[in-house]
Each structure stands twice: as structure tokens, then as C-alpha cells.
């Protein structure tokens, strides 16, 4: 923490430009050596225009900004210097910044002194990290939540009911003749922990959201060879992806391509048919099918409507029958409406690949099963991620430990060690109580400049 530390804050490559950042009490010292100009009294927020120097000869013509603790993203003095784009000049320019005082950032150590300043809390640090891997709109504005401290400021509530009960224990136990003391009985623990408890199965219940539009979905189509699988993932990418012929056996390989309902992000996989064969390279790829089912989120099981339901069709179906399934019955602008009671107790639809409108109602089919657009509608208050929600179920094994205590008619001492137990927990999602393994955990998995 008293080193000085730098790192590029951009993606190195061929730009406009590019942005190294300082951060650290000795930063702007650092920046002072080899700026073309004197910064070692402007002031803060201010930009400067010059060139870095070495040896009295011009490196880069940059802008640079200056930042004065404690108004800055670490609370520490910061230097951003914008130089040219292209590796030759951003190297230059770090290794005068490294030569003159400066070490390398570890990754992820800007926004590590930003959380250890108390300039953010831990579920703003990691929400920062979901708003920069963010692919579509709704994880973006998820993100943002835990950016603005909006579950930080839902926690904290949580918190401070804990906290007040742990008070009142307190004063009973230390006080009994205090007068004015609230008198806790078992109906007041039971009261304030299945307050707390609602309130945490509602953010775990929709941490499901939450994972949805973090991580998306994954929707593998399958079917016996020459379906129309291959079509199916043209017609819904609206783009020729995928080869399509009347041969047997065309798509060898799982083909895979990226759509987006309702604002979630899908991984759509296009998978060779499955059917036994004695060609080497087509089994691999029916093995890649099938292994790619395990992971599916939802199956697109595709039936010919011409060829009806087939022998073949239920071999495949054998592999998919303990998945998420919607059948889709392809071709129906040459068989209208075919249906199968085979396939009598699976959601189905029936579409043509040629009809636009069709594939539009296979999207909000797909929609309608994982209720997307409940998440459009929604406000984006969910957690999604995976250390916060163990420690809220964490949070739920303590309270019935508590419960349990109380109808036992334990003393309330001893029921007291719970209830600091479930309120560190609570400290422990938003970092106020953490170990140093953990937080060198979470910010290693950053960039260099963040």
C-alpha cells in the first residue's frame, strides 16, 4: 500500500490512443520526471498538455491528467498520462514511469486500494467487474446496481435489524435491572430473524435472474441427420452460419453462434444429427452433440414434419429426455400443424424456416420458458454472484440454527452467538469482515490497469 503502482488502463494495440495510470503518494512526483512541464503544483482535476522526456529528446506528445487524494478512485494522488496507441510508445513511456519510481500493478490493485481506502465496499468491487465483462444491456444495468451501492444499501439494512436485536441481548444480559430496556423474548428473536430470513430467500430466489443475465444461456439443437437443424440456427441468427444441403452428415462439427432476447445474451449450438455411423469423423461429432446436451439449458429437439416421428427420432430422444425440451416440428409449410403423441407431454411449436414470422414466435416461445421478459421489466436488484450468494445461504443455515436454539428454550446468551454469527456473515458480503487469502482471490481475477 505504500508503493507506488502503475499499469496501462486500456487494451494495447493499434489506437488513437492509450492510457497509462499512476496511483500512489509518490504518482505525481513519478509523472514530474518526465513530463516536458512542472505538475508538482497544479491543481487536482486539472489536464496538461506536453511531451514525456527522456535524456532532454521527446518520446510522445501526450495529455496528462492529475487527480489529488482523497477525491480520486483510490483516495491516493493519480496521474493518467493519454499517449499514442501502438505497443512501441506505451512501452516506452511504462518503462520511464517503472525506471522513475513506479512498480508494476498487480492485477486487479487499483480497485484493491479503492476497496481497502473505503472508497468502495466489496459488492461494488465486483460489480465493477460484471460491468466490464457485461455483453448485453440487462447485464449492464445489473451490474450498475451493485455499482451505485444500491445491494450494498440492502445488506446494511439487514445488518442493522441483526445489530439491534445483538444490542438488546446485550442490555438484558449485562442490565437486567435497566428499566427501559426492550425485554427480548423468543417471539422478538424469531420476529427479527424471519424478517431477515424473507428477505434474503427474495435475493437468493432472484439471484436465478441474476445468473441468467450474468452467464446467459446455452441452447443446443438436435435431431436426426437432414431436419432442418442447420437452417433452424441460420433463421435464427439471420445469417448463413451453419452449411446447409440434402445431404446426410453435412454438419460434422457443433456450430455455434450468439443471440440476444429480451436482453439476455444466448449461446445457440447447432450439433451434427445423432444417429449410429461408421464414419470416423461424423461419430466424433455425435459425440460432441451429445456431450454438448449435458451443458444445454434448453434442448431445441427438431422433428421432420414430413417424415413424421421416427425410430431415429427416439434414439435421439433417449439422450435428452432428463433436459429442459421444446420440440420444434420443422416444415411446416409443407405439413401444416404435425403433431405426435410420442411427444405429447413436451412444450411444442411449429415452425417453418422459410417464415420470419414463425421464427419470431420460436424466440418468444424460447422467452416465455425462461421468462425473460419478466427481466426486461424488472428494476435489475439481483446478485449473480456466486461468493455473495453462498454466503447468503450461509446466512439462512444460521437462522435455523437460531430457530431451532429458541424452540429449544436454549439461553439466550448462547442463542447471542448465533446471531453475531449471521450478522459477521452478513459483514462478510460486503467485506467488512474478510481475510486477506480472499481478497487476493477476488482482485487477481482483474486486469492490470483496474
Not at 103 to 124: H, V, W, Y
Request: aromatic share 6%.
Amino acid at each position: 500500500m505504500e508503493d507506488t503502482i502503475a499499469a496501462v488502463a486500456t487494451t494495447v494495440g493499434e489506437s488513437s490512443i492509450n492510457v497509462i495510470r499512476i496511483s500512489g503518494k509518490d504518482s505525481i512526483s513519478v509523472a514530474n520526471r518526465i513530463f516536458s512541464k512542472d505538475i508538482s503544483n497544479v491543481s487536482s482535476h486539472t489536464v496538461h498538455y506536453g511531451f514525456i522526456m527522456e535524456n532532454g529528446e521527446k518520446v510522445d506528445e501526450v495529455l496528462l491528467s492529475v487527480f489529488k487524494s482523497p477525491k480520486t478512485f483510490t483516495t491516493e494522488d493519480i496521474v493518467e498520462i493519454s499517449v499514442h496507441g501502438g505497443n512501441s510508445s506505451v512501452n516506452k513511456v511504462m518503462e520511464l514511469i517503472l525506471s522513475n519510481g513506479a512498480r508494476l500493478a498487480e492485477p486487479g490493485e487499483f480497485l484493491k486500494r479503492a476497496f481497502l481506502n473505503g472508497r468502495i465496499d466489496l459488492t461494488q468491487a465486483e460489480a465493477v467487474g460484471d460491468l466490464i465483462s457485461s455483453q448485453t444491456e440487462s447485464s449492464r444495468k445489473m451490474a450498475l446496481k451493485g455499482v451505485d451501492k444500491t445491494i450494498f444499501k440492502t445488506i446494511n439494512e439487514l445488518k442493522e435489524k441483526v445489530l439491534a436485536l445483538i444490542a438488546n441481548i446485550e442490555v438484558n444480559i449485562d442490565y437486567p435491572e435497566y428499566e427501559d430496556a426492550v425485554v427480548v423474548t423468543n417471539d422478538l428473536i424469531i420476529k427479527t430473524i424471519n424478517e431477515v430470513k424473507e428477505e434474503i430467500n427474495k435475493l437468493l430466489k432472484n439471484s436465478k435472474k441474476g445468473l441468467l443475465i450474468k452467464n446467459g444461456l446455452k441452447i443446443v439443437i438436435v435431431g436426426k441427420p437432414n431436419v432442418g437443424k442447420s437452417s433452424i440456427l441460420n433463421a435464427l441468427l439471420n445469417e448463413n452460419k451453419a452449411i446447409v444441403t440434402n445431404i446426410k452428415g453435412t454438419t460434422r462439427d457443433i456450430v455455434t453462434g450468439v443471440l440476444v432476447i429480451e436482453g439476455v445474451k444466448i449461446d445457440i449450438l447447432d450439433t451434427a444429427g445423432i444417429r449410429e455411423t461408421d464414419d470416423v469423423v461424423e461419430s466424433i461429432g455425435v459425440k460432441r452433440s451429445v456431450d454438448a446436451i449435458d451443458e444445454a439449458d434448453l434442448v431445441l429437439f427438431v422433428v421432420d414434419s414430413v417424415d413424421g416421428f421416427t425410430d431415429e427420432d427416439a434414439e435421439v430422444l433417449e439422450h435428452i429426455k432428463d433436459k429442459e425440451v421444446l420440440v420444434v416440428y420443422n416444415k411446416n409449410d409443407v405439413v401444416k400443424d404435425y403433431k405426435n403423441d410420442k411427444l405429447k407431454d413436451y412444450e411444442s411449436i411449429n415452425i417453418s424456416t422459410f417464415d420470419s414470422d414463425m421464427i419470431s414466435k420460436l424466440k418468444d416461445e424460447i422467452a416465455k420458458i425462461f421468462d425473460l421478459k419478466s427481466i426486461a421489466e424488472s428494476n435489475y436488484m439481483y446478485i449473480s454472484n456466486a461468493r455473495q450468494i453462498a454466503l447468503f445461504n450461509n446466512c439462512i443455515d444460521i437462522i435455523g440454527d437460531i430457530d431451532n436454539s429458541v424452540k429449544n428454550n436454549e439461553l439466550v446468551d448462547m442463542i447471542e452467538i448465533d446471531v453475531k454469527k449471521l450478522w459477521e456473515t452478513l459483514s462478510e458480503i460486503t467485506g467488512e469482515v474478510s481475510s486477506d487469502d480472499l481478497l487476493d482471490e477476488i482482485f487477481s481475477k482483474f486486469c492490470l490497469g483496474k
